[in-house]
């Protein structure tokens, strides 16, 4: 099959008959749009979302291309939450300039890592332990401390012009949801069950909103660049 074959193959096969995949394909574009369109105060105060940004596009072109012709993605997938991780970190750290929350942050970052670096080593199957639920609680703790450094500040801080908050909703609201779909996608995997693909559809809805969020926290870029010391 020759390349203009699988594209087609790809894009009126594969996405045209999973609309939740589609759906979450075609999400990856939006935070990718609001960079270009908020570039210059994105790419001078909030670079790092542009960087994550463009992660996710490429991670989500190659492994949706890889699901299409029914070959593993599982290490393309585990290998963008190692990067994502590390993105969000870096995100943290550099809007929230407290050292204790920077040591936690770091901290949990490791601790993500850790748990998907095992994943890879044991066979880089995406449901075979409990490391994406890990991530999930990791990312839950950050946001809560994160939402906690907001409220003690929230006098000096607009939540609503805020890219702090934005990215902090949608991480907290995208963890939470995954950290149960995963749960329940690891127990049904050892009983080979066969409503793993209803989970699935739920994890696309939910990179969806924490895409929309990511999104209108790049349209707030345009605001003071504003970090809580």
């Known amino acids: 099959m020759n390349t203009e074959g699988k594209l087609e193959k790809y894009f009126l096969g594969y996405l045209v008959e999973n609309p939740t995949d589609m759906a979450a394909f075609l999400s990856c ?11 210059k105060s994105c790419w001078s105060n909030y670079r790092i979302l542009f960087f ?20 593993n993605n599982h290490l393309i997938i585990l290998t963008f939450f190692v990067f994502e991780a590390v993105f969000l970190v870096i995100f943290y750290i550099q809007l929230i300039e407290n050292k204790l929350y920077n040591k936690i942050f770091i901290m949990l970052g490791l601790i993500v890592i850790a748990a998907i670096t095992i994943n890879i080593f044991n066979g880089t199957s995406l449901v075979s332990d409990y490391s994406i639920s890990i991530q999930s609680l990791c990312f839950i ?15 000096s801080i607009i939540l609503g012009r805020s890219v702090l908050f934005w990215v902090t909703t949608g991480s907290f609201v995208y963890f939470s949801g995954i950290f149960f779909v995963y749960m329940f996608i690891t127990t049904l995997l050892s009983e080979k069950s066969k409503n793993m693909g209803d989970l699935f559809i739920i994890a696309n809805i939910l990179v969806v ?18 970090r809580i010391n």
């Open 29 to 39: 574009f939006l935070p990718i749009i609001f960079c270009a369109f908020y570039f």
């Open 52 to 71: 994550y940004s463009l992660l996710i596009l490429i991670f989500d072109l190659i492994s949706g291309y890889f699901a299409a012709f029914s070959r």
């Open 141 to 155: 703790s950050i946001s809560l401390v994160s939402y906690y450094y907001i409220l003690s500040n929230s006098v």
């Open 209 to 226: 909103i924490f895409r929309i969020f990511l999104a209108i926290a790049i349209s707030k870029t345009k605001y003071t660049n504003l």
